[in-house]
C-alpha cells in the first residue's frame, strides 16, 4: 500500500500570499494518478486538481498542480479567505488508492 | 445536476452491522465508467477509502476492512448499499459516498462528486 506523506500537518499564511503544500509518496506513483481535495469543517471534500495537474471543473485558476515520481505540490498563488480549509492528496492510480493525512492551511 | 445522499444509522452497538445507503440523482448506475465509492472519516482525523462498485459490477475492498465489508448497488433505485459488519467504536465517523467517470484501463478513481456525508457513533 502507498503511503502519502503531506507535512508540515498545519501551514499558516496570511490572506494574498502564495502558499505550497506537499504529498509524497512512499513510492514511485506508476502514473500521475494523483488528486488534491479541499475540506472546510461540516462538509465534504471538493476535488480541485486531478492527474496531477488538471484542476477540476469551476476551480479558480489560482489552485495548480505539479510534480511526478514521488513528490507532489499544490500551490495556491494568491490565498483568499475561502481557501483556509484542510487539504487532501489521494493517490489513485494503485491499488489500494490512499488518501494523505491532510494539511490544515490556517491564518497567520 | 449530480446529487449523493447518505443514509444509515446515526448509532449503532459494537458487534452490530452497520447498512448504509447512497442514493444517487443525475445520472444512472447502468452507464458505461460509472463508479462509486464509500470513504470515511473519524471525527478529526483524515479520510479513509473502504470499498468502491463500478457499472459493470466489479468490486474493489480495502485491504484492511475487506472481511468486513460488502458493497452492492441497486440499479432500479439508483443506490449503492454498504455493510460493515462486527462494527467497533473505532468504526465511529463521517461516512461519505462519491463517484466519478472512468473508461481508462487500468481502471482509476477519484471522487468527482461527493455525499455531504453521514455521522456514525459506534456505541453501547
Known amino acids: 500500500e502507498i503511503v502519502l506523506t503531506q507535512s508540515p500537518g498545519t501551514l499558516s499564511f496570511s490572506p494574498g500570499e502564495r502558499a505550497t503544500l506537499s504529498c509524497r509518496a512512499s513510492q514511485r506513483l506508476t502514473s500521475r494518478y494523483l488528486a488534491w481535495y479541499q475540506q472546510k469543517p461540516g462538509q465534504a471534500p471538493r476535488l480541485l486538481i486531478y492527474g496531477g495537474s488538471t484542476r477540476a471543473s469551476g476551480i479558480p485558476d489560482r489552485f495548480s498542480g505539479s510534480g511526478s515520481g514521488t513528490d507532489f505540490t499544490l500551490s495556491i498563488s494568491r490565498l483568499e479567505p475561502e481557501d483556509f480549509a484542510v487539504y487532501y492528496c489521494q493517490q489513485y492510480g494503485d491499488s489500494p488508492q490512499t488518501f494523505g493525512q491532510g494539511t490544515k492551511l490556517e491564518i497567520k | 445536476q449530480v446529487t449523493l445522499q447518505e443514509s444509515g444509522p446515526p448509532l449503532v452497538k459494537p458487534t452490530q452491522t452497520l447498512t448504509l445507503t447512497c442514493t444517487i440523482s443525475?445520472?444512472?448506475?447502468?452507464?458505461?465508467?460509472?463508479?462509486v465509492g464509500w470513504i470515511r472519516q473519524p471525527p478529526g482525523k483524515a479520510l479513509e477509502w473502504l470499498a468502491l462498485i463500478f457499472w459493470d459490477d466489479d468490486k474493489r475492498y480495502s485491504p484492511s476492512l475487506r472481511s468486513r465489508l460488502t458493497i452492492t448497488k441497486d440499479t432500479s433505485k439508483n443506490q449503492v448499499v454498504l455493510r460493515m459488519t462486527n462494527m467497533h467504536p473505532v468504526d465511529s465517523a463521517t461516512y461519505f459516498c462519491g463517484t466519478g467517470y472512468t473508461l481508462a484501463s487500468p481502471r482509476v478513481t477519484k471522487y468527482d462528486y461527493w455525499g455531504q456525508g453521514t455521522l456514525v457513533t459506534v456505541s453501547s
Open positions: 443525475g445520472f444512472s448506475l447502468n452507464t458505461d465508467g460509472i463508479y
